[in-house]
């Protein structure tokens, strides 16, 4: 019977021989893959067995390795890894009884350290007679030669820079979203080698991957933990997921019952009813939270390599009155969609948001850590109490929330990462309950740069009215009463599963009709704003949000085109949004501080004011006194016309200030 190593050197020379030659050409450390499922064909049952036996496996890839590379560079060494292996266990359950296995599942990245180098081959010399003495390493461990066989010497000299080394790296693994239970996560250790920890093959913080390795034991490394053991995992092969939400759990019955599902003509009405339950009313937001959880138009390959992507997450805010139901709802979220993470602001600094650097504790180096939003990639960020975060620490979330990724520059440390992360923020009203004499703009705490990028705003009040308080005391306290109007729910992890196979199968786009639709409802818009100069009428960010809510509408029902009827649906959405905060797609403006043509001319109005004082007191610069003298006059022209005296001051302080600084005031 063949060894192991005889098979797979067998395969290779009979089906990979090609990219031996070519890698055997390359000038860095290269990788030969090898399918499972094609090599698994090669196989009888007892050597299957005693391939991937925890002895064996890492033993025969190694002989076949050194057999392929006998002709290579040392510094060129071709790697040869198993890829595709079935997974056979999820990382929350391992445990001592798994210690001596070889595992395969998927895993996220937490941190990962730069490439250090580790003995392959350490050289010695012997201080008598010159002779040079190699010696293999095993697992890190060095065996100092103790006499020289030559001379009987027993002092040697280390040679290092004759000595062989390999690229070596530690990272940190946790489960991915899809896999954790009760919202709780298991942190491992584990190490890699050769072209794994190379600079060719790159992995960063946040993503997903399949792993394959020896789970073992070893004494901790903490000084005051000498005496314990900890998990690590020797990983025979790790790479990133072609598709990060993909979850191999859908299986093809799962499929026939998806697409079904997806011909029945209320499909969307049970989507968002089972979405929430047990939240009454709110249809309009259940129904925004539904697309958002779809996404608009992702493409099939979004690893960023074109020179222009648009952005396919959506975000929405709610904002309302305390227990007013914000947090039921982010719970029933928690609870049907496939990937996402909860935080609440008032615990979360900008480092646990976005990135943080942290000093590796096995070597002491400065790693970068993903924080909450690039660890949500490709699912949905929920952020409780979104006003309890610092204005700077909401503002970092601007390139994630745009540009779907976070750009971090710590401990000397420059990376990016992804974040193709849809967020969801709920917050309360900056006087705690909305006030209906205020603007919303006064009532909401949050930057307008921020502030512009969330695609859907609603508003929730707590309004006291006879038929809605008799349908929630009737709910609250019916709770087994979960089918609303006959509608029958979808049970949660079919919808998990269905939501997943519509963002990784269904890509629609706009039919002419559509596109026509959205173009008409912008051109329109912006028209009818054109007649009012107290209008702040919506722009091509918002185009594109009701794009992307369009894009989501088609993806529940599974279909490849996005239609009229889909698009109407989105502007619908869109406006009814807007009622809830008091505002109109001609003053959709009003939540960016962006100013009407009639406040401009009142800006233009209070600066000449402005400048009229400095002049009258012969001042080279705006003070206090010249601010206070006019407050009150434009406080009563900003009464008489309706506008935010505050808002108009400030803008005509700073356009003073800037034309100073610039040269334009005499």
Not at 48 to 54: E, G, H, I, N, T
Not at 609 to 624: E, F, G, S
């Amino acid at each position: 019977m063949k060894k192991p190593n005889e098979v797979l050197l067998e395969y290779i020379t009979n089906n990979l021989q090609s990219e031996v030659t070519e890698l055997e050409k390359s000038s860095t450390q290269s990788l030969l893959k090898i399918d499972y499922t094609l090599f698994n064909d090669y196989f009888q049952n007892e050597i299957k067995r005693d391939f991937f036996s925890f002895d064996n496996y890492r033993k025969t890839i190694h002989d076949v390795e050194l057999e392929i590379n006998k002709n290579t560079n040392p510094k060129n060494w071709i790697s040869i890894k198993i890829v595709d292996v079935p997974p056979n266990c999820n990382l929350h359950d391992l445990d001592a009884n798994h210690i001596g296995d070889t595992i395969s599942t998927k895993a996220m990245v937490k941190n990962i350290t730069e490439p250090s180098p580790s003995l392959k081959t350490a050289v010695y010399e012997c201080r008598s007679c010159m002779r040079l003495v190699s010696v293999d390493v095993s697992d890190n461990i060095v065996t100092e030669p103790t006499l020289c066989s030559e001379c009987g010497g027993k002092s040697f000299k280390p040679m290092y820079d004759l000595s062989d080394f390999r690229d070596y790296r530690l990272v940190k693994l946790e489960e991915p979203l899809e896999y954790r239970t009760g919202g709780s996560t298991r942190e491992f250790k584990a190490y890699m080698q050769d072209y794994l920890a190379s600079p060719q093959h790159t992995l960063k913080a946040g993503d997903v991957v399949d792993i394959t390795g020896d789970f073992k034991v070893k004494k901790s490394d903490k000084p005051n933990k000498k005496n314990e053991f900890e998990f690590i995992i020797d990983l025979h092969n790790i790479m990133s997921v072609d598709n990060p939400f993909e979850d191999y759990r859908i299986t093809e019955d799962d499929k026939k019952e998806i697409i079904r599902l997806s011909q029945e003509p209320d499909i969307y009405k049970r989507l968002w009813y089972t979405l929430a339950p047990e939240i009454v009313g709110y249809s309009t937001v259940k129904q925004g939270l539904l697309l958002q959880l779809f996404e608009g138009y992702r493409p099939s390959d979004d690893t960023f390599k074109h020179d222009y992507m648009d952005r396919w997450t959506s975000h929405i805010l709610l904002i309302g009155d305390p227990a007013i139901g914000k947090s039921q709802i982010i719970t029933a979220l928690m609870k049907k969609a496939p990937k996402i993470i909860n935080i609440n602001g008032a615990d979360t600094s900008q480092a646990g948001l976005t990135t943080s650097a942290v000093k590796d504790e096995l070597t002491g180096a400065w790693t970068l850590e993903a924080g909450a939003v690039v660890l949500a990639d490709t699912g949905l960020l929920c952020i409780d109490e979104f006003d309890k975060l610092s204005k700077s620490t909401q503002k970092s979330l601007n390139q994630a929330m745009e540009q779907l990724s976070v750009s971090s520059a710590k401990a000397g440390l420059v990376q990016t990462m992804s974040a193709r992360t849809s967020i969801l923020a709920c917050a309360n009203p900056k006087y705690s309950r909305f006030n209906p004499y205020k603007s919303i703009k006064e009532q909401i705490d949050i930057p307008e740069s921020t502030l512009s990028r969330f695609d859907l705003v609603f508003a929730l009040n707590d309004r006291i009215d006879e038929d809605h308080d008799t349908e929630l005391a009737t709910a609250l306290l019916n709770k087994d009463t979960l089918v609303e109007d006959g509608i029958e729910l979808i049970p949660t992890d079919l919808f998990k599963k269905y939501i997943t196979y519509a963002k990784l199968e269904c890509f629609p786009v706009l039919d002419d009709n559509a596109k026509n639709t959205l173009i008409d409802f912008y051109v329109d818009t912006r028209q009818s704003a054109k007649q009012d100069n107290s209008s702040k009428p919506i722009t091509a960010r918002d185009l594109k949000a009701i794009e992307r809510l369009t894009i989501a509408r088609a993806k529940t029902e599974l279909r490849d085109v996005a239609t009229v009827d889909d698009a109407k649906d989105s502007i619908r959405i869109y406006c009814k949004s807007l009622e809830t905060i008091g505002l109109t797609p001609e003053t959709r403006g009003e939540l960016e501080n962006v100013l009407s043509d009639a406040e401009i001319q009142v800006v233009n109005d209070v600066e000449n004011m402005l400048v009229a004082r400095m002049t009258a007191d012969n001042l080279k610069r705006i003070n206090k006194n010249v601010i206070e003298s006019v407050k009150h006059e434009v406080g009563v022209i900003c009464y008489g016309l309706g506008f935010n005296s505050k808002t108009i001051l400030d803008e005509a302080v700073r356009n003073v200030k800037n034309k100073i600084k610039n040269g334009g005031i005499e």
